[in-house]
């Protein structure tokens, strides 16, 4: 499992984090994913898969994501985690 801080990795790093997250729970590769990628539609995850991806990225960032934030992309995901993560 890849884990790690924010703080110490800058947002290229953060995005680079967030698709590598993203890829390993369907086993895509993470060269493959996109920010305009739509999770349910083009990269077929349920809510499951959703779920334990904010998880995830919630121990990687140490972040708190609230359950109202839209998140749809692979682009809200990165944006947020930027947002969020302790700089």
């Known amino acids: 499992m890849y884990l790690s801080t924010a703080a110490a990795h800058p947002a290229a790093s953060i995005e680079q984090q967030v698709f590598r997250i993203i890829s390993k729970r369907k086993a895509i590769r993470a060269s493959r994913v996109r ?24 121990r990687s960032f140490h972040i708190v994501i609230p359950d109202e934030v839209p998140l749809y992309t692979v682009g809200d995901f990165v944006r947020f985690v930027r947002e969020h993560a302790a700089a």
Do not use: N, P
């Open 35 to 58: 920010k305009t990628a739509s999770l349910a539609r083009d990269l077929r995850f349920d809510t499951v898969d959703v779920v334990d991806i904010i998880l995830e990225l919630e």
